[in-house]
């Protein structure tokens, strides 16, 4: 995939995706924040900025006790978080889930030299990708990988809410899955 003007390019902070933030030359976009609750429990909480000092929360994620999936919490929906990275068979590093448009999208390795991670619509458009980066060190934090959203591509939806988010969530929980072989 090449980087492209059309492309809205968020700078993902941290090798750990479930404490991490995301943000490009406006300045933090989305934050996950992982703290664990009164039972013991992993959560983590995708946080949205709406303006300068206010987040909205887009996520709420529960992990099991072992470490592996729990359930998500994504506006009103719960669902299991292995139901947005269902790995699909024979392709064990590609792994899909419905949108909130009811579509299926998926995540797969581009095969590219850069060692993407593209996400396909139903289509088979490419609307966003995960691009691994040589650690660079900046003022919220070392930077692992940039997320790229191809605003123009597909149904040219992918900026809007609650799509845009969902594809924030399914990233991290790619990347997670396949760094823990899940």
């Known amino acids: 995939m090449a980087a492209s003007s059309n492309n809205e390019i968020l700078s993902w902070t941290s090798q750990?995706?479930?404490?991490?933030?995301?943000?490009?030359?406006?300045g933090v976009f989305y934050r996950f924040q992982t703290d664990v609750n009164a039972h013991g429990q992993s959560v983590t909480t995708l946080w949205r900025a709406i303006r300068a000092?206010?987040?909205?929360?887009?996520?709420?994620?529960?992990?099991?006790?072992?470490g592996s999936f729990g359930r998500a919490v994504i506006g009103k929906s719960t669902?299991?978080?292995?139901?947005?990275?269902?790995?699909?068979?024979?392709?064990?590093?590609?792994?899909?889930?419905?949108?909130?448009?009811?579509?299926?999208?998926r995540w797969r390795p581009s095969g590219n030299h850069h060692n993407d991670v593209v996400l396909e619509d139903h289509n088979d458009a490419v609307i966003a990708f995960y691009r691994?980066?040589?650690?660079?060190?900046?003022?919220?934090?070392?930077?692992?990988?940039?997320?790229?959203?191809?605003?123009n591509a597909g149904a040219g939806v992918v900026m809007h809410p609650p799509l845009m988010d969902t594809v924030t969530v399914t990233a991290m929980l790619y990347r997670f899955a396949i760094a823990y072989n899940l």
């Not at 990275?85 to 590609?94: E, F, I, K, L, W």
């Not at 419905?98 to 579509?103: A, I, K, L, S, V």
């Not at 691994?132 to 605003?151: A, M, Q, S, T």
Request: a neutral charge.
């Open 53 to 66: 000092n206010k987040e909205d929360r887009v996520a709420k994620l529960e992990w099991a006790p072992n």
């Open 79 to 105: 669902l299991p978080m292995a139901d947005l990275v269902r790995p699909v068979q024979g392709s064990p590093d590609c792994r899909v889930f419905n949108g909130p448009d009811g579509y299926q999208y």
């Open 16 to 26: 750990d995706p479930r404490q991490s933030s995301l943000f490009s030359s406006y």
């Open 132 to 151: 691994p980066v040589r650690p660079v060190r900046y003022n919220l934090g070392d930077v692992y990988g940039e997320l790229h959203f191809c605003r």
